[in-house]
């Protein structure tokens, strides 16, 4: 076994990894960017190493200081984690230590989709009919769509790479120009390849994949599958293991097939063969890709089967033979995971960004967490929005969803957005409950945050937290709040909510409350277990609650909100007879495509940014002319930040 490893990765990953590393006894060697010199995995390392800035094509991508740094720690292996190198042949080359995963001659071989679905073809594994080679140009797509029966709807995809990243879905020809050059910009930016292929586009249908170990001496398991269905952009929510509906006959089949291409691939240590299912024919399996690495969702492998895939991969990567056959792989229980993301479901996902104030994570039976942040974290645009995986094993599956909505209610993050709330009304679905999962699932839910009185008791408790703090505090003259000669007076206080909407008017007089013009209240609060006990009308709550600048952020079972004190009064804004296009998020420009003094219809492409792996493109309200272009490609822009003005609408 080894003696030390460098982690080539950061976040969630890197710490779980090196809790193997130090289980095992085998010294952790930390890898990090300027922008995560405070980050949980340098904290938790033996030895840290700077490579470089915040951007990861300084830092985590750059395969010439990470053999630096392996070289200057002595490190004997190098560990990519998911992400980054992972999957680049070229790092497993180049690296001077023994990489802890396939060999590149594999990873060249299963890191291109068109070379792999061809090995695939050639092991006897079906695939998914379309057009692929290399070299592919879009007039030959374009041809092939035209031409061939039911080749509508058709999903285009980076031919490099993984993650969801340059995949697009197109339902008609008309849409197939512009599908094409998103991908492959997207797959130049992200994969620095723009190589693209087309496939039939599967729907509805499941995503089922098979995790598998191999050895350097012949030797091969499968360890049954997983169901990942439940995805937003071509990105994985929540997965489950087992999956509800495979039965032992077809993930035998699965097994074998993902197997069999191991073996064609001269694949050695742990990976994943993601299979696309139709919906109600489990016997039409068909290939997407190998993933060749450890898979985000594997702890849900792990806690089924008993097994660490992280020790695993060290294991075989230290040349020692597979410890186990096929009939020793047992499954007991069920276990599911759900992502914790920095982003918001109710505006299409965007991902968000900003400083963790206040984090409170799960604990208890059956109860997993691997988190890579803590309280204080940046949470920066430079890197993935996954913070922490929160994971649930039981006896069956009602059970295992039984404690992972308690753990994500008893979850807490507070700062920047997260889709906690979300994954509790996701878990909560009907169809989700029944087990009748398809990959376009999420995309039919409502993403808005739920009906109800929440909102009006959140504004409560910010308000009873911030009254408890000015009395708190030194100055006598707050601690007189409401004060007058002849008795006290109600305090009335104008709360706006962090991201718009209009300013919440909650008065208070002792104990009574009014919201608005709604029903008085009788509301008290008191710290209690690090966060605010709030009894409202009799029923007590623990809410957590932080000051983050002017903010006052409160959270309740998943939920968070965020108001800070409102002026009385405001001034109308300025008219514009145009529209100024602000940037959703803090993001980086990719595209730009109009000129001052373009004329644009409504629905035209004016600038498409990219902020956490995800790209969006903003678009023209109206027609008009573009009286003032504020960035140029290549820039990096703030939340709110002015893009485009738009003016001279037609009439």
Request: with cysteine; proline share 6%.
């Amino acid at each position: 076994m080894f003696h030390s490893v460098l982690v080539a990765n950061r976040g969630e990953i890197a710490v779980r990894i090196m809790r193997t590393l130090g289980r095992l006894g085998i010294r952790a060697i930390a890898v990090f960017s300027e922008a995560d010199a405070g980050a949980p995995h340098v904290r938790l390392a033996d030895e840290a190493i700077l490579l470089g800035p915040a951007p990861a094509a300084q830092s985590y991508l750059d395969v010439e200081r990470i053999a630096a740094a392996v070289q200057r720690s002595g490190a004997q292996a190098v560990h990519p984690g998911y992400g980054f190198l992972a999957e680049s042949a070229h790092a497993a080359h180049a690296i001077p230590a023994t990489w802890i995963g396939p060999p590149a001659s594999a990873l060249e071989l299963l890191g291109d989709k068109v070379a792999a679905k061809r090995l695939a073809a050639r092991a006897g594994v079906p695939v998914v009919p379309g057009i692929e080679r290399p070299g592919l140009g879009d007039d030959e797509i374009l041809a092939w769509a035209r031409d061939e029966p039911g080749a509508l709807p058709l999903m285009v995809k980076a031919a490099a790479g993984g993650g969801g990243r340059g995949m697009r879905v197109v339902r008609s020809l008309d849409e197939l120009p512009g599908a094409l050059r998103a991908a492959r910009r997207e797959a130049r930016a992200a994969f620095g390849d723009d190589a693209v292929l087309a496939e039939r586009h599967v729907e509805p249908a499941r995503h089922v994949e098979i995790q598998f170990l191999t050895d350097a001496h012949g030797a091969a398991v499968h360890l049954g599958e997983r169901e990942c269905s439940l995805q937003r952009r071509h990105q994985k929510l929540v997965e489950e293991c087992p999956s509800p509906v495979v039965s032992a006959a077809a993930r035998t089949r699965m097994g074998q097939a993902a197997i069999a291409l191991a073996r064609a691939a001269g694949y050695v240590g742990a990976g994943t063969c993601e299979f696309l299912v139709p919906a109600g024919d489990l016997q039409s399996f068909m290939f997407l890709e190998v993933n060749a690495r450890l898979q985000v969702e594997h702890p849900v492998t792990e806690l089924v089967y008993g097994l660490d895939l992280v020790e695993a991969q060290l294991r075989i990567a230290a040349g020692e033979p597979l410890w186990l056959a096929q009939d020793d792989v047992v499954a007991r229980g069920h276990a599911i995971e759900a992502r914790i993301c920095a982003e918001e479901p109710e505006r299409d996902f965007l991902p968000g960004s900003g400083r963790i104030v206040a984090l409170r994570e799960p604990s208890g039976p059956g109860i997993r967490v691997d988190s890579g942040v803590r309280e204080g974290s940046e949470v920066t645009t430079h890197y993935d929005s996954l913070l922490a995986k929160v994971v649930a094993h039981a006896p069956d599956r009602d059970a295992a969803l039984r404690r992972l909505d308690g753990a994500l209610a008893a979850t807490v993050v507070l700062g920047p957005p997260v889709n906690t709330s979300f994954l509790r009304r996701l878990l909560a679905d009907d169809a989700v409950r029944a087990g009748e999962l398809d990959t376009g699932l999420v995309g039919r839910l409502p993403a808005g945050a739920p009906a109800g009185g929440e909102d009006e008791h959140a504004a409560i408790a910010a308000v009873l937290a911030r009254r408890l703090e000015d009395v708190a505090g030194n100055d006598p003259w707050e601690r007189l709040r409401g004060w007058r000669i002849d008795g006290t007076a109600p305090e009335r206080w104008r709360m706006a909510p962090e991201r718009g909407g209009e300013p919440v008017e909650v008065a208070v007089d002792g104990d009574a409350v009014r919201v608005g013009g709604g029903r008085g209240r009788v509301a008290t609060a008191e710290p209690d277990a690090g966060g605010l006990a709030v009894t409202i009308d009799g029923v007590r709550r623990l809410w957590s609650c932080a000051r983050d600048g002017d903010l006052v952020r409160v959270g309740l079972d998943g939920r968070a909100w965020a108001f800070r004190d409102a002026p009385r009064s405001r001034r109308a804004d300025a008219r514009h007879d145009g529209a100024a296009l602000e940037a959703p998020m803090p993001a980086s420009v990719l595209d730009v495509r109009v000129r001052a003094g373009d004329s644009v219809r409504a629905g035209d492409v004016l600038v498409v940014l990219e902020s956490m792996k995800m790209e969006l493109e903003v678009v023209a309200p109206e027609a008009g002319t573009v009286e003032r272009l504020a960035v140029a490609e290549g820039d990096r822009v703030s939340g709110g930040q002015v893009l485009v003005a738009i003016g001279g609408q037609a009439r």
